[in-house]
């Protein structure tokens, strides 16, 4: 019997949370149907599937550092695009993922095209009301689009509770939402060794873009307020990279901060540290962190929307309070921006063998909750739903 064609949209292929989400869907993915990936940038860092028809509809970083005029001039040339695709290949269910794709997509499936339509499904991935909170033009577009444009697909599914909550009291969103978490790859048994005997520096890590929302500025302030047992790597790169090591400079961290950019190798410098801190000011849902647990590390987040209380404490509400931290199921929660908290978060781990030891096992045994061939089951269970 032949498999059922469907499609996947998005911006790229890049280093990102949705991108690697794309790419291990993927390998699951062709096994169960005939897929076609289709990209509005020629930008790809994963590897594709040899099964997967890739179609690129615009030129590497043709969206990056553009006004948004000429954002949306594209992007009508990408409905027209799109919508040549959906009808010649002759896709049955058209997915989509990120905001700009999600509109993309709607109007290439549902608008624009005559005669059998595909199925139509979006994937939002950020928390909207406060991605958008700095910048007026994106927060007008989202309020006046996502209920014009996003009602018009057939389901949409994010990965937090927290966000379909958003979108539907905030963003008048009233289509049937589901929530699928992010997949990752988990190794049966936890890898993590702890090696830290407290004569050496008690090492942590946080991987992301150095962009204001990721705040990598909270661990250097929480530092500050430590002893010199204490290092960092900050893997990754941004526009206020050079804003940190400043920062770093000026608080007198030197070599207790290494900032080695971007690298592919992230798993296996994650295994070489003690703790994984996440100080985001807001996420949809951490996929770092997740990796972080899975490679075994105990670790620390902000209790950020949205994302890390339904990862470290089954999304009950905590109370934390101003200079302290919590003790969640599966990590430790600290307050948005709150330096005494994550210093104070950071001294119970590097001074407590036994609690480390108990989060790093946690850690892993939540991250199976996330492994690829679970979540996997979840999502071909909604494309089942609407072909």
Not at 140 to 148: D, E, G
Not at 255 to 277: A, H, N, W
Not at 317 to 322: A, E, G, L, R, T
């Amino acid at each position: 019997m032949d498999k059922k064609h469907i499609s996947i949209l998005s911006i790229s292929l890049n280093t990102g949370g949705a991108e690697r989400v794309i790419s291990l869907l993927l390998k699951e993915l062709v096994k169960d149907y005939k897929v076609t990936l289709v990209l509005l940038m020629d930008d790809v860092a994963f590897d594709i599937p040899e099964e997967v028809g890739l179609k690129i509809l615009g030129p590497s970083r043709g969206l990056v550092n553009v006004s948004p005029f000429f954002k949306i001039i594209k992007s009508i040339g990408f409905v027209f695009r799109y919508r040549r695709l959906l009808k010649r290949e002759r896709i049955e269910l058209s997915m989509s993922f990120l905001a700009l794709p999600n509109m993309i997509n709607v109007l290439a499936g549902r608008w624009l095209i005559g005669g059998k339509r595909p199925r139509i499904v979006i994937s939002e991935r950020c928390f909207p009301s406060e991605m958008y909170a700095d910048s007026g033009f994106a927060r007008i577009m989202a309020k006046n689009f996502y209920p014009l444009l996003y009602n018009k697909s057939d389901l949409l599914f994010s990965n937090s509770i927290h966000i379909n909550n958003d979108l539907e009291a905030n963003f008048g969103v009233s289509v049937p939402m589901k929530v699928i978490y992010n997949p990752i790859e988990v190794e049966p048994d936890n890898p993590f060794i702890d090696e830290y005997a407290g004569e050496l520096p008690f090492q942590l890590i946080n991987v992301g873009s150095h962009i204001p929302v990721k705040d990598q500025s909270l661990i250097l302030k929480a530092m500050h307020r430590l002893d010199a047992r204490i290092s960092l790597t900050l893997l990754g790169s941004g526009p206020l990279t050079e804003e940190l090591k400043k920062l770093s400079r000026e608080l007198g961290l030197g070599d207790s901060i290494k900032m080695p950019g971007r690298v592919s190798d992230v798993k296996r410098r994650l295994s070489q540290q003690d703790c994984f801190v996440l100080s985001s000011k807001t996420e949809g849902f951490p996929n770092v962190l997740l990796e972080a647990m899975a490679a075994g590390l105990p670790v620390i987040s902000t209790n950020c929307n949205s994302g890390p209380l339904e990862i470290l404490n089954n999304n009950n509400p905590v109370n934390i309070k101003k200079g302290g931290f919590y003790r969640g199921k599966y990590g430790i929660l600290v307050n948005v921006g709150d330096a005494p908290g994550l210093a104070a978060a950071i001294n119970f781990l590097s001074t407590d063998s036994e609690k480390r030891k108990e989060y790093s096992n946690l850690s892993h045994e939540r991250a199976l909750d996330f492994n690829l061939d679970v979540v996997y089951k979840e999502f071909k269970s909604v494309i089942e739903s609407q072909i």
